[in-house]
C-alpha cells in the first residue's frame, strides 16, 4: 500500500464510476466516510473493494463530533476501528464540533461554544479516540455560521489552538473553512493559517461553498472551489509544505471533467509546495 | 452560564423541534443563524426521505408527511450514526403513526413497511457471520443476512388499482439482495415457508426442528408432498442466493 500524500477526493457512490474507471492525472488517493460503509454491503462495499486496488485510504468521520458532551457508544468505536484497521489508513480525521445530544443525531456539524469546558471535553474525546481506534487522531476545524451560547472565554482559531495542544493531536487544516469563517465572521484568513502550529498539520481540505443573497456563506460542498480557496491553499502549503489534500465534493456532482480539472490545479499547487521543499532541503 | 451538556442538548432539541420560540433561540445565540440551523437540518433530514421512500412521501403528500416528520423529529428523533440509516428510524416511527390515522389511506403504512424494507437490505451487509457448511438438516440453516421477513395487510409490492390504491390483502414477503444485486427485490412467501423462516430466524432450531413445529402448529401433515414441496422451496431459496447452506 502507497503512502497517503499528494491530492486525493473523497470516493462519493456518485462519482465512483468514473473516479475508478479513469485514470485521473494528479489523483493518488482516496478518503472515505466510514459511516457509509461500516456494516453495509453491497454496492457499497463492492466499490470500497474496487477501490482498494487502486488507492490507498484516509478516512473522515461524520458523526463522532469531537466536542460531544457524551462519549460514543462503545460498540460503534470498536466496529470502528476494525474497519479503519481493515483499509490500512495512516489516520483517522474528524470534526471539532458536535452532532447531537442523548443519542439523537442531528447529522450536521455544530459549532461548540468557545470555552475551557469544551477544551477540556475535546481533549478527552481525542484521548478517548486514539485510544479506542488505535490510530492518530486528527481533527478538523469547521465552517460555524454562530457562536453557541451566549458567552465565549476564546476565540474559534484559540480554541482550536488550545484544543490541538491539550489533546496533541494532528490537525486536519481545511481551507474553505477557514475562508468561509473569515467572510463570515470578519478576519484575516492569512493571519488565522500564520497562527496555526505548521508541524500539526496532517493533511488539509479544499471545497467549493455557497454564497446567500444575504452574503452568509455555506460550506456546501456542492460548488466548484473558488480561486480565493486556491490561492488560500497556496500559502497554507507555503507554510506547512506538501501535505496531503483533498478535494471534497458531496453534492452538485458535476460532470466528472471538472473535478479532473480541480485536481490538477491542486496537483500544480501541491508540486510547487515540494519543489520548495527540496529547494530547503538542499540549501540546508 | 450553561454547561456544554446543556447547549448541546438544547441546540439539539431546537434542530429537531417544532418552531422554536424566542426563549430557546436566544439561549443559543445568534436566533437568525439558529433558525437557519434547524431548517438546513431538517431539509437534508426530509431531502434523504424522499429519495429513500419516494412512493410512500407522494402517498401521504406534503401535508401529512410534513405532520408525520414533524412527529417523528418531537417524538422519537434519528438515532442512527450512519445517515441512512434514518430512513429506518423514520420508518418505524412513520408506519405507525400513519396506521392510526383513519384519514390516510390504510395502505400507507404498509407501503412505508415496504419501500423502508427495500431500502435497508439493499445496502445490508451479506456476509454471513459464522462458517458456513453444506445444507443439512440436522443444523440450523444460514440465509444471507441481507434479508428481511414482512407481513403487510395489502398488496403494495405489486401495481396499483386503477384509483391509485393498493389491494387489501394478508401477504408476507421475503426482502432480499441477491448476492451481485445492486437493489433489493421481494417475492410473496406462502403461510408455512413464511411460519417457517420466522421460526428459524427466532431461535437456533435445526431445519428438522423447524419443520416439525411449524407442522405442529399449522397441523400439517409430514408427507411426501411436503418434503417435496420444502425440497423445492429450499432449492428456490439456494438459487436466489438467500439459502447459502448449514451453519458450522
Known amino acids: ?284 | 452560564m450553561s454547561s456544554l451538556a446543556e447547549l448541546e442538548r438544547a441546540a439539539t432539541a431546537l434542530c429537531m423541534g417544532g418552531e422554536p420560540t424566542a426563549a430557546q433561540l436566544a439561549e443559543l445565540g445568534d436566533a437568525k443563524i439558529w433558525a437557519l440551523y434547524r431548517e438546513m437540518i431538517q431539509q437534508r433530514l426530509r431531502g434523504e426521505l424522499k429519495v429513500a421512500l419516494r412512493r410512500s412521501c407522494d402517498a401521504l403528500g406534503d401535508a401529512a408527511l410534513g405532520r408525520v416528520f414533524e412527529a417523528w423529529l418531537r417524538d422519537a428523533p434519528p438515532r442512527s450514526r450512519p445517515f441512512h440509516g434514518i430512513v429506518e428510524d423514520f420508518a418505524r416511527f412513520a408506519a405507525g403513526v400513519v396506521r392510526a390515522d383513519t384519514a390516510l389511506p390504510a395502505w400507507t403504512a404498509d407501503l412505508i413497511a415496504y419501500e423502508s424494507a427495500l431500502w435497508a437490505v439493499g445496502d445490508m451487509d451479506d456476509r454471513a457471520s459464522d462458517g458456513v457448511v453444506d445444507l443439512s438438516f440436522d443444523a440450523p440453516p444460514c440465509f444471507t443476512p441481507a434479508r428481511r421477513l414482512i407481513a403487510l395487510a395489502h398488496a403494495v409490492h405489486e401495481l396499483p388499482l386503477p384509483d391509485g390504491s393498493y389491494k387489501k390483502a394478508d401477504v408476507a414477503l421475503c426482502v432480499y439482495r441477491r448476492p451481485d444485486d445492486k437493489a433489493a427485490r421481494s417475492f410473496v412467501l406462502n403461510p408455512t415457508m413464511h411460519a417457517l423462516l420466522a421460526a428459524l430466524d427466532a431461535g437456533e432450531l435445526t431445519l428438522t426442528q423447524a419443520v416439525q413445529r411449524v407442522a405442529k402448529e399449522r397441523k400439517l401433515r409430514v408427507d411426501q408432498a411436503f418434503i417435496d414441496g420444502l425440497c423445492t422451496v429450499l432449492a428456490d431459496f439456494s438459487e436466489r442466493g438467500l439459502l447459502l447452506g448449514s451453519k458450522g
Open chain 1, 1 to 284: 500500500m502507497t503512502a497517503v500524500e499528494g491530492i486525493g477526493i473523497g470516493l462519493r457512490y456518485a462519482m465512483a464510476e468514473a473516479t475508478l474507471g479513469r485514470d485521473v492525472p494528479g489523483l493518488k488517493w482516496l478518503e472515505v466516510h466510514p459511516e457509509n460503509y461500516v456494516a453495509r454491503g453491497g454496492r457499497f462495499r463492492h466499490i470500497l473493494e474496487r477501490a482498494a486496488e487502486k488507492f490507498p485510504f484516509a478516512t473522515h468521520g461524520l458523526t463522532l463530533g469531537f466536542g460531544a458532551a457524551e462519549p460514543a457508544e462503545a460498540s460503534y468505536m470498536r466496529a470502528l476501528r476494525d474497519f479503519l484497521h481493515g483499509l490500512g489508513v495512516p489516520w483517522h480525521s474528524e470534526h471539532l464540533c458536535f452532532s447531537g445530544s442523548a443519542g439523537v443525531m442531528v447529522h450536521d456539524l455544530l459549532p461548540l461554544p468557545f470555552t475551557h469546558e469544551a477544551v477540556r471535553t475535546a481533549a478527552a474525546r481525542i484521548a478517548e479516540a486514539r485510544d479506542q481506534l488505535e490510530l492518530p487522531i486528527a481533527v478538523e476545524n469547521i465552517s460555524y455560521y454562530a457562536t453557541l451560547g451566549a458567552q465565549q472565554e476564546m476565540s474559534e482559531q484559540d480554541f482550536l489552538l488550545e484544543v490541538l495542544e491539550r489533546a496533541d493531536c494532528k490537525l486536519l487544516l481545511d481551507v474553505n473553512n477557514v475562508f468561509v469563517n473569515s467572510r463570515n465572521h470578519r478576519f484575516d484568513p492569512r493571519a488565522y493559517l500564520d497562527r496555526i502550529p505548521a508541524q500539526r498539520v496532517a493533511q488539509i481540505h479544499v471545497a467549493g461553498h455557497h454564497v446567500r443573497p444575504d452574503q452568509l456563506i455555506i460550506d456546501t460542498h456542492g460548488e466548484a472551489v473558488r480561486d480565493e480557496v486556491f490561492e488560500l491553499l497556496d500559502y497554507a502549503l507555503q507554510r506547512v509544505g506538501p501535505v496531503p489534500v483533498l478535494l471534497e465534493r458531496d453534492q452538485g456532482f458535476p460532470e466528472f471533467d471538472e473535478i479532473v480539472a480541480e485536481v490538477a490545479r491542486l496537483d500544480a499547487i501541491y508540486q510547487r509546495a515540494c519543489h520548495r521543499k527540496e529547494r530547503k532541503e538542499r540549501a540546508a
